[in-house]
């Protein structure tokens, strides 16, 4: 079986694949601003950000990508994404507005 391990609360997502042969593969980042939340995780499971051998993101919403760009930039970790999702990461192409109800489902879109 894989082992998975959660790295970030409840609205910021990012999990640990340890046991992988090439190395520890993070998926998703969570938020910037749950950075430090992150790091803790990747300390509790033994994992330096440099000791990833990939970091794969589900989709570019902030929630899931929010610290792609620092683990790349800082850390050089690999990041793979969906070209679409890379192009608006990258900021190649603009993002889509959103039109979103006031809910908290709109105001975490629009931290996006």
Request: with cysteine; glycine share 6%; charged share 20%.
């Amino acid at each position: 079986m894989l082992r998975t391990l959660r790295l970030a609360t409840p609205i910021s997502n990012a999990w640990l694949l340890p046991d992988i042969p090439e190395g520890p593969i993070l998926i998703d980042t969570g938020h910037a601003f749950a950075w430090r939340k992150l790091q803790r995780g990747l300390r509790r499971a033994s994992v330096e950000p440099q000791d990833l051998a990939a970091c794969v993101l589900t989709h570019r919403h902030s929630d899931h990508a929010g610290n792609a760009e620092r683990l790349a930039q800082e850390h050089g970790v690999n990041i793979y994404a969906h070209p679409a999702d890379a192009a608006m990461l990258r900021g190649d192409v603009p993002r889509p507005k959103l039109k979103t109800a006031a809910t908290i489902t709109g105001f975490m879109s629009a931290l996006e």
